[in-house]
Structures are given as structure tokens and as C-alpha cells.
């Protein structure tokens, strides 16, 4: 429940930008690209509330949003009350990934008028990346067992 008694709802976010970004697209605009682009930008938000709960919860109100923007500019533009909770992914870890990844993370939490809890990877997150999940596990020599308990100290 919110503060002030009403149902708290899940809102979903999926900011996105046209490739080569806003100076591209108005360079050469084209309606249609940008149809599709935002189409691309709905199905990968579905595509995402799917991997995480498989389909919307019957226990939340939930209410998706479609954005086109900078993504640290758009949500904390949409989590702005004081009784908001921003929820958003810690990026990757270790220095150099640092650098690279976890803006939006970094932005939010100094920006936001709301709390932001910012989310760290999982442990496994590192071995699985963007190879197929069984590959991943077999390469690094994880079991399942240590996959579900996320053990790491037997991985190199």
C-alpha cells in the first residue's frame, strides 16, 4: 500500500533512443523507422516483464510505459513524487565495466526526488552474458546445483 492508502502500482519503464540517436534522426527523419522503433521498444518491454514474471502479476496493477528518451532523463521525469521508489539495475560490476555501464544507475540515484534502489547483478550474470545458458555453465564448469545456490568459489 502507498502512504496514503491506496494501492501501490508497478510501472514498468522502457526508454528508448533512435539508433544513431536524436541528431540522426533528425538528420534524416523518416515516420515510419520510427514506428517500427518504438514497436521494437514495446515487445522488448513485454519481452522483459516475461522473463521476470512471466506475464503480468495478477496481484499488481500494472500500467507499462513506452518511452523515447535518455533513460536516466525519463525515469526520473516518471518517479518524481516523494512517495515513488525508483527501482533500477546497479550495472555491471568491477572498475572497468564501471566505466561503461551503470549510468543510468548513477544518474538516478543523484537526481531523483524519489528513493532509488539501485539493483546489483546477479553473481551469475557474468557467465551467463550473452551465450546461450547451458554453454555458459558448461564452459565455466557450473552445475546446477551451484547455479541455483549461486555458488561461485568452485568457478574460474
Known sequence: MAADGEAAALIPVHAWMPPGGDVADRRAPNPTLRKVWQEAAWQRLWDSIDAAWGGPPDDLDMWPVVVRGKAGEVLVGLASR????????????GQLARLFHGQVARYCVARAGC??????????ERYVGRRPRALSF?????????????LDHNIT
Do not use: C, M, Q, Y
Not at 82 to 92: I, Q, S, T, Y
Not at 115 to 124: G, H, I, M, R, Y
Open 115 to 124: 528513493p532509488v534502489l539501485a539493483v546489483p547483478p546477479s553473481p551469475l
Open 82 to 93: 516523494p512517495d515513488d521508489v525508483l527501482v533500477v539495475g546497479g550495472g555491471r560490476r
Open 138 to 150: 558448461r564452459h565455466h564448469g557450473l552445475n546446477a546445483g551451484e547455479a541455483l545456490n549461486g
